[in-house]
């Protein structure tokens, strides 16, 4: 039976704001509708929050590769979606319990083609923040004379609700890559292009929290914010006047009249104002997206055409998760290759080298980290008489851990070095070795081998720390050689 109302709900690996989402759905009071969770090539944690639901009207779908933003999902979710009407939700926000039955009757009410809520936008604040009532917020959705305006309307995606023929006549979503704007900002000037009636509802029923305004939020796995005003939907009967109220006289003051009515001018002839003002700041198409993403501790978009390096960046993501103590060989019959993301040559009996002036590793760990790790690994870097010395600066993302020096006395054997706690619990781990003395050995007359060798990884382990005086610890760090033998 086909459902009244189709839910999208895009996500990617936030299992703790993803629970809190489905479960605003879940207490809405129209329950006609089906629920459509689209991971982003998640990992077996979302799988377990929909299936933890427990409710047939809910049906997960991860795609095999991931998009990186939501405009893919999104599609996917469209393609699959049997209602009549068409919702979405961000899968960090949240909907009081109203939400559906209230749009939908506004959309029925005005014939509208897509309608939208006001959106409580929530800033970014602290526990202590809410203990002591503090918090603030601002509101999205206001519409001009109560319809979309192409010039002052921003109403997040979370917010919408449409007619099926309403989705059909707009097309898909432009992948944020293609976009100078947010791609929901492109969907809705495409829909009021084409002629649509988009109206604004006077009513507050959504709760956000822009992930774009939170530091690591994909990182650090935080949901204080979605519990407290979870908790604050189900007790407090006056939530809606508090989100209305911490808002303050926040009235947007209106453009002067003549920018305004030449933006809107330039609207009408296809010209989005949002993009122009955004291109006006010097943003170019697919620079918002990579600038939002590594705000939330993400990498930047790969390229969409996906070159070797780009692949196997993906395929990492897929990888087998690293479990503490387990020994990774590097050699041809090695596992290692499904933690090497770039800079490396093809695995050898003997080990595998880099080729470069740096590579990367990628560690997904198995369970969460609080205490300091240590790095063990065999290796040698290409030293000869004729090229004696190399060094290898090691780093964790930005942070530098460590440089050992190679030469001709000391090269082949095992290294060490100290992961501090601090930077260890933040998984994927993404290590990097520079390499500014790699070489390679055609140029120096040893044999036609072209590539650029630095470092030869034969093994790696990552074990918890044992726990130092400061006397061995300072000694370590100024030994900075092979690691003593047991």
């Known amino acids: ?31 006609d509708w089906e629920l459509l969770v689209i991971g982003d090539a998640c990992g077996a944690e979302t799988a377990a929050v929909v299936e933890a639901a427990a409710d047939p009207r809910i049906r997960y779908i991860n795609l095999m590769r991931n998009v990186g933003e939501q405009s893919g999902p999104n599609n996917v979710g469209i393609a699959w979606a049997r209602g009549r009407h068409i919702a979405f939700l961000n899968h960090d926000d949240l909907w009081l319990p109203d939400h559906l039955q209230a749009a939908l009757e506004w959309l029925q009410a005005t014939g509208a083609d897509l309608v939208f809520p006001a959106t409580a936008v929530i800033m ?21 004379d109560g319809s979309f305006d192409p010039v002052e309307t921003f109403a997040p995606a979370s917010s919408w609700l449409m007619r099926r023929e309403a989705a059909e ?41 822009h992930s774009g305004a939170r530091a690591n939020s994909y990182v650090l796995r935080d949901a204080h914010e979605q519990e407290w005003f979870w908790r604050q939907v189900k007790h407090d009967p006056l939530l809606r006047q508090q989100l209305l109220a911490r808002a303050g006289n926040d009235e947007v003051p209106p453009r002067p009249a003549l920018q305004y009515r030449l933006l809107r001018w330039l609207g009408g002839l296809g010209l989005f104002p949002a993009a122009l003002e955004y291109r006006a700041r010097g943003l170019r198409r697919g620079q918002l997206i990579d600038r939002l993403r590594r705000t939330r501790g993400l990498h930047p978009l790969a390229d969409a055409h996906g070159g070797l390096r780009e692949i196997r960046q993906l395929e990492l993501a897929r990888g087998p998760a690293y479990t503490l103590g387990h020994t990774l060989s590097f050699r041809s019959d090695g ?49 000869s008489e004729c090229w004696p010395r190399q060094r290898v600066s090691i780093h964790l993302g930005e942070h530098a851990l460590a440089e050992w020096l190679f030469d001709t006395t000391q090269n082949h054997g095992l290294r060490t070095l100290r992961i501090p706690a601090d930077i260890a619990q933040h998984s994927p781990l993404r290590l990097r070795f520079r390499l500014p003395d790699a070489q390679c050995p055609n140029e120096l007359g040893l044999g036609n081998d072209s590539r650029r060798l630095g470092l030869n990884l034969m093994s790696l382990r990552l074990t918890p720390a044992v726990q130092q005086t400061p006397a061995l610890a300072e000694a370590a760090d100024r030994r900075g050689g092979p690691a003593p033998a047991a």
């Open 1 to 31: 039976m086909q459902p009244l109302v189709s839910i999208i709900l895009a996500t990617y690996n936030r299992p703790e704001t993803l629970r809190l989402a489905i479960a605003s759905v879940l207490e809405q009071t129209l329950t």
């Open 124 to 144: 970014p604040c602290t526990a202590e923040q809410l203990a002591a009532q503090t918090w603030r917020t601002f509101v999205h959705g206001i519409g001009r």
């Open 169 to 209: 006549r707009t097309g898909y979503w432009k992948a944020a890559r293609d976009c100078v704007t947010e791609s929901s900002r492109e969907y809705l000037f495409r829909a009021w292009r084409r002629g649509l009636q988009l109206r604004a509802l006077p009513w507050v029923s959504v709760i956000a929290f």
């Open 335 to 383: 596992t290692a290759v499904a933690i090497q993301s770039y800079g490396w040559s093809y695995p050898e009996p003997q080990g595998t080298w880099t080729d470069g002036p740096e590579a990367g590793l990628c560690l997904t760990l198995a369970t969460p980290v609080h205490e300091d790790l240590e790095l063990e690994v065999e290796a040698q870097c290409f030293v």
